[in-house]
């Protein structure tokens, strides 16, 4: 199955209505199009929802030193 488009938002969807274990399905997917898209992809609502966002973004900054 192909998922073809180039918004986060909608490859997330597309790839929770295949079915199956989805939420393993929505974690791989949502990895890989953060790293392709970039965080700037991500819907600012579902960041504002984050619980523990600002200790995330420290520890994702940390790791980006890092490399």
């Known amino acids: 199955k192909n998922i073809n488009t180039n918004n986060l938002s909608n490859i997330l969807q ?8 989805t939420d393993t399905v929505a974690g791989l997917v949502g990895q890989l199009s953060g790293a392709l898209f970039g965080d700037e992809s991500i819907n600012k609502d579902w960041l504002s929802k984050l619980e523990n966002a ?8 940390t790791l980006l030193s890092m490399v």
């Open 14 to 21: 597309q790839a929770i209505r295949y079915g199956g274990d």
């Open 54 to 61: 600002e200790i995330i973004k420290s520890q994702i900054n």
